[in-house]
């Protein structure tokens, strides 16, 4: 079974197929549909380049609809302020983590520990 999307992409898929090959029919031989066949083929081509024409127009609409109601991004610098911030919060919350003792410190120290004790 099919998807809903790829159902729709389906149909998408097929009506172009058609509308593209009713247009090829009506500018190689429109006399196959109507007998006025300049006609046809004109405003064939006329309707088409109209629309392609409107199309890329709304798309440049679109862009300069978004480019006018997209905030600004941030300054560069603030950004690189607002990391160094971070990075000096993060190195004051850290805990002091003691660094292992190695096993010949041990040694001493247990040795002046039973010094003393004697």
């Known amino acids: 079974m099919v998807?809903?999307?790829?159902?729709?992409g389906g149909a998408i898929l097929a009506v172009?197929?058609?509308?593209a090959i009713g247009f090829v029919i009506l500018?190689?031989?429109?006399?196959?549909?109507?007998s006025n066949a300049d006609r046809?083929?004109?405003?064939?081509v006329?309707?088409?380049v109209?629309?392609?024409?409107?199309?890329i127009l709304a798309i440049g609409a679109?862009?300069?609809w978004t480019m006018a109601t997209t905030p600004p991004p941030k300054p560069i610098e603030e950004i690189t302020t607002e990391i160094e911030e971070k990075k000096e919060e993060e190195?004051?919350?850290e805990p002091k983590v003691e660094e292992p003792v190695k096993p010949a410190e041990v040694a001493a120290t247990e040795e002046k520990t039973t010094k003393k004790k004697k």
């Open 3 to 8: 998807s809903k999307d790829q159902g729709i």
């Open 16 to 19: 172009c197929v058609i509308v």
């Open 27 to 34: 500018i190689i031989d429109p006399y196959a549909i109507i």
């Open 40 to 44: 046809v083929r004109l405003y064939a």
């Open 46 to 48: 006329t309707v088409l």
């Open 50 to 55: 109209s629309i392609a024409f409107i199309a």
């Open 62 to 64: 679109w862009i300069g």
């Open 91 to 93: 190195k004051k919350e």
